[in-house]
């Protein structure tokens, strides 16, 4: 099983900032499958980046992913109000059981 | 396009079996584009990946869960099924059903269901 650490576990920042969120894999992740993850509290988790770094349908551009192998990386260029959630990175690179990390809360 | 919407009881009694189903809506559920999901999340162990079932056949399941684990699917009512048996109090969480694509990871998502474990 792929263990995912995300760092760090809060970031504080404020609106117009950037974000800059770490996932590390304790193994490489076959064909960079690498998904990021946006979730607000008492809804589910909002699909963002999938494969490392293609946006998902209606994904505003300030949202990029990035890294490969066991290192990727979350940046949002300019943080909006909307913005301020917790991530979560997930792995579906080789066989289940897919895995997420433990989540990064984006704080103001 | 396609939405997702899980049912089931709230609150089971522990040792009892956790029964909870997904309808699908919008669109096909045995169109072969998706591996339905299920998905827990608690405080203490984030989000852990339970199991999918696929094209009707193919089954997989996480092995901290194998054991315990029934997925099913009804392709007529478009609704697939989760049973988790010998229910815990660390068994008390939020299930979403989902749906995985091979490239897309699980870009649908159902609101989720609060089931908590108590006598």
């Known amino acids: 099983e792929i263990v995912l650490t995300q760092s760090p576990d809060t970031l504080s920042l404020s609106p117009g900032e950037r974000a800059t969120l770490s996932c590390r894999a304790s193994?490489?992740?076959?064909?960079?499958?690498l998904a990021w993850y946006q979730q607000k509290p008492g809804q589910p988790p909002r699909l963002l980046i999938y494969?490392?770094?293609n946006r998902a349908t209606g994904i505003p551009d300030r949202f990029t992913g990035s890294g490969s192998g066991a290192d990727f990386t979350l940046t949002i260029s300019r943080l909006e109000p909307e913005d301020f959630a917790v991530y979560y990175c997930?792995?579906?690179?080789?066989?289940?059981?897919?895995?997420f990390g433990q989540g990064t809360k984006l704080a103001i | 396009q396609v939405q997702l919407q899980e049912s089931g009881p709230g609150l089971v009694k522990p040792s009892q079996t956790l029964s909870l189903t997904c309808t699908v809506s919008?669109?096909?559920?045995?169109?072969?584009?998706?591996?339905w999901s299920w998905i827990r999340q608690s405080p203490g162990k984030g989000l852990e990946w339970i199991g999918y079932?696929?094209?009707?056949?193919?089954?997989y399941y996480n092995p901290s869960l194998r054991s315990r684990v029934t997925i099913s699917i009804d392709t007529a009512e478009k609704r697939f099924s989760l049973k988790l048996n010998s229910v815990a109090a660390a068994d008390s969480a939020v299930y979403y059903c989902?749906?995985?694509?091979?490239?897309?990871?699980?870009?649908?998502w159902g609101l989720g269901t609060l089931v908590t474990v108590s006598s």
């Open positions: 989902a749906g995985f694509h091979w490239l897309r990871a699980f870009d649908l």
């Open positions: 919008g669109g096909s559920i045995s169109g072969g584009d998706y591996y």
């Open positions: 079932i696929y094209n009707s056949g193919t089954l």
């Open positions: 193994q490489s992740i076959s064909s960079n499958y």
């Open positions: 494969a490392a770094s």
């Open positions: 997930q792995q579906y690179g080789s066989s289940p059981p897919y895995t």
